[in-house]
């Protein structure tokens, strides 16, 4: 995904970035590939495919996040900062807390946040379900599966707020079985389906409140 490509997509979500928001994410990808090499924080490395697999891939929460009614973001086992440090660039005026249990990439997520000047955002060093806290919006992408990934985030996302677990093909994970036995405990609001542009892998966004 070029960054042609990657404006044109961003334009269906509503999103249009300003050039410090475009500077900051190019300064993002130095950064990763940077720390790529001293600890491992992803397989994808390839410019264009940072834009679409990481970049747009994080942003694509717009599909069913109205972020002009957000403040709060907890993003659980962030990983290399997707979505969470995506979407502080991208919609600043949310107050973000990522959380990840490898201290080291912890230390990353610190410099990242440093280098982009960004603010009302930090990074912790703990698991999901050992974290309190409550926010409009929890998130977790590419974590665990949904059964045991609502176990270690419903618990911080407050009583109007939602969580939305980033998948990619869940027809195997999230069964009728499984579903039904997850709508007892919690509201399944909405399940949104879609393929990534150019290379078309498929992706489901799963919203999911506490009752």
Request: charge should be neutral.
């Amino acid at each position: 995904m070029n960054k042609e490509e990657f404006l044109k997509e961003l334009e269906e979500l509503n999103i249009i970035p300003t050039n410090t928001q475009l500077e900051q994410l190019e300064k993002f990808y130095q950064l990763l590939i940077e720390w790529n090499e001293k600890i491992n924080l992803t397989r994808i490395t390839n410019k264009d495919d940072v834009y679409l697999k990481h970049y747009y891939d994080s942003l694509t929460l717009a599909k069913v996040v109205d972020f002009s009614k957000i403040e709060t973001v907890c993003d659980v086992g962030t990983g290399a900062g997707f979505p969470g440090i995506v979407l502080k660039i991208m919609y600043p005026n949310l107050k973000v807390t990522l959380i990840d249990s490898l201290q080291k990439r912890i230390n990353y997520l610190k410099e990242i946040i440093k280098e982009l000047n960004l603010e009302n955002i930090e990074a912790i060093h703990t698991r999901g379900e050992d974290y309190k806290g409550n926010f409009d919006l929890v998130t977790s992408r590419a974590v665990a599966n949904i059964e045991k990934l609502v176990g270690y985030t419903m618990h911080l996302v407050s009583k109007n707020g939602i969580f939305v677990a980033m998948k990619g093909n869940i027809e195997e994970e999230f069964t009728n079985e499984v579903e039904k036995k997850l709508s007892k405990k919690y509201q399944m609001i909405k399940k949104e389906e879609f393929y990534l542009p150019i290379e078309n892998s498929k992706r489901c966004l799963i919203v999911i409140k506490n009752k």
